[in-house]
């Protein structure tokens, strides 16, 4: 009988502890590390032989922040995660899952926030959906050809809109039955009783519906009282299950009371993960905002951490269809008629709407997401070659001292989606984001994988964090061992979403990732084109750095060699449905 399925060695091997990295030999035996051995094992008919000379060796990242939840239905592969060495993933983020809401209903809730094409959602979930409850989709999910492991939340607006329905879910003037909110509450239970993780629940006011019944209106979670999260959370803390919030931008105070609900006193802490601690351009000073209120909320007895996306947060938009155009009226006046693109093209040539937006673009002050400076807004792909490379602030100069507004929304009327221009607003200096990649309070993740397809690419944030951190000691300025950026990615997640992955020790499962340090470079910062053709050929935003990774196992069955996938992944189930412990 074959001693070992995999053998890995010769590798640098790092446990996803914290403790320091030894050279290793591994021997993998029925999805799990048999043994790690300081001397060579024997190959005699092991069918695959893993050389990790020279390269690291590391338990699979974890991915605390996606929008796979479609996805994962149709491709359930997660490639685009998986190629660059993410091996659990978490769904349901943003209070959004697909667990009990419509199709119909579901195709509102994602297809605008996240920019999945809403038509895709629905005909997803009409076809693909096979539960009732939170404890079949879990089955349905285990059934499926996994790649990574998939964790969930429940969606606080997924719950809401299945009990009141999405109309009555989203006004004002409705507040749930005591038999409704009684209903969320049984939904919420039976989720943790079936493993969720947690509830997502969402705050954020520029977060808008799609379809037409309830168009722009924000996501149901929003409407609920204090006295209804408060219900919802007393279940989480008497579970030990976590709560992940999106605070309202424009209302610092939600900010703070949904930070402060995880202070116990009396009773238990509330895990509360919080969307999300950055380095905000048009808010430089906020920055100092996020360790601090970790820091008090932790120091009173709470289990606090804010999420943060480890890299500079880079987005790309097709004319105006871009979500943070949500954060102000007359942007948001454009994304609602994204449906009806001749009334769009007259209201942006429309010179009172131009004043309007000229007026809420010259609004410097206040809290928001945008910088609202088109002269750092380069464009990058446009019919017209003569304004490509250049920002629509110097077209507008080009064009006799037009203002950015105007020169932006002319070049939109004339071109349309193919004005493409790309931006970073948020997490731009390397000092601020060392800060928090080392902050106790802080998680890493935030990916939006699966999100904003054609907005951004994060998918290989975890070995652009590994980069940063390897430079950093190289240049004699080190701001955290490597050893401990492996653990942040890894067994300090899963350990505290209650998830049995993020170790790469004696018995555990055998999800690892061989990397090559060398070729952390700057291949890492590059973005490609891939269509996904579970969505009509609609062309992704990828990262692309095949070179430096060598291969990637789940469950010990290699799914991932020099950063291709092997026709294993998405055909053989080699993830599984994690369950919170």
Not at 52 to 77: C, F, Q
Not at 221 to 235: F, G, K, M, Q, V
Not at 435 to 449: C, E, H, M, R, Y
Not at 476 to 484: A, I, L, Q
Request: with cysteine.
């Amino acid at each position: 009988m074959t001693a070992f399925d995999v053998i890995v060695k010769n590798g640098l091997w790092f446990d996803g502890t914290g403790e320091p990295a030894r050279p290793r030999h591994l021997g993998i035996r029925d999805g799990r590390v048999w043994v790690v051995a300081l001397e060579a094992l024997d190959e005699d008919g092991c069918p695959e032989v893993v050389d990790a000379a020279g390269k690291w060796v590391m338990p699979g990242m974890v991915d605390i922040h996606t929008h796979y939840d479609v996805e994962v239905l149709v491709s359930p592969g997660l490639t685009e995660s998986v190629r660059h060495g993410v091996t659990s993933i978490l769904v349901g983020s943003c209070s959004l899952s697909t667990v009990h809401a419509s199709a119909s209903d579901a195709g509102d809730l994602f297809g605008r926030v996240e920019a999945i094409p809403r038509r895709h959602v629905v005909e997803t979930l009409e076809q693909c959906r096979t539960w009732t409850s939170a404890a079949e989709y879990a089955a349905a999910l285990e059934a499926l050809p996994l790649g990574p492991n998939v964790a969930a939340f429940i969606g606080h607006s997924d719950i809401r809109a299945a009990q009141m329905g999405l109309d009555r879910a989203t006004r004002d003037d409705v507040t749930p039955s005591p038999a409704e909110l009684a209903a969320m509450e049984d939904a919420l239970t039976e989720a943790l009783d079936a493993g969720f993780v947690g509830m997502s629940s969402q705050q954020l006011l520029f977060d808008k519906l799609d379809g037409d019944v309830c168009r722009s209106r924000t996501l149901p979670s929003t409407y609920a009282t204090s006295r209804e999260r408060r219900r919802l959370n007393r279940i989480l803390r008497s579970r030990g299950r976590a709560l992940q919030g999106g605070p309202d931008v424009g209302r610092p105070q939600s900010m703070v009371s949904m930070a402060l609900s995880s202070v116990g006193l009396f009773r238990n802490p509330l895990k509360v993960s919080l969307l999300s601690a950055a380095d905000v351009k048009a808010i430089p000073a906020v920055s100092l905002v996020f360790p601090l209120l970790a820091k008090i909320v932790n120091g009173l007895g709470g289990d606090f951490r804010w999420q943060h996306l480890p890299v500079p947060f880079e987005v790309y938009s097709d004319g105006i269809d871009l979500p943070v155009f949500e954060e102000f009226g007359s942007g948001a006046a454009a994304l609602d008629l994204s449906n009806r693109m001749e009334q769009r093209a007259a209201l942006l040539q429309d010179e009172a709407y131009r004043r309007r937006f000229r007026k809420d673009y010259d609004k410097k002050y206040g809290p928001r997401v945008w910088h609202r400076d088109f002269f750092d807004a380069e464009i990058v792909e446009c019919p017209d070659d003569t304004v490509i490379g250049k920002t629509f602030g110097q077209v507008g100069l080009d064009r006799g001292g037009l203002h950015p507004v105007d020169a932006f929304l002319d070049l939109v009327v004339e071109h349309g989606s193919k004005v493409r221009w790309r931006t970073t607003i948020s997490n731009h200096r390397p000092r601020v984001l060392n800060t928090f990649a080392s902050d106790p309070g802080v998680q890493l993740g935030f990916s939006d994988a699966g999100a904003h397809l054609r907005n951004m690419a994060f998918y290989n944030f975890g070995l652009r964090l590994l980069r940063r951190v390897r430079d950093a000691d190289r240049a004699g300025t080190p701001f955290m061992t490597v050893e401990h950026a492996v653990h942040r990615l890894t067994g300090e997640l899963a350990d505290w979403y209650g998830l049995d992955v993020g170790r790469l020790r004696v018995g555990d499962r055998a999800d690892l990732l061989v990397l090559d340090p060398e070729r952390l470079d700057d291949s890492l910062d590059e973005y490609a084109e891939s269509p996904v053709p579970e969505y009509d050929g609609l062309s992704r935003m990828v990262n692309r750095n095949d070179a430096t990774v060598a291969a990637v196992l789940v469950g010990g069955v290699p799914v991932v060699r020099d950063g291709v996938p092997l026709p294993t992944l998405g055909s053989r189930r080699t993830g599984s449905f994690l369950r919170a412990r």
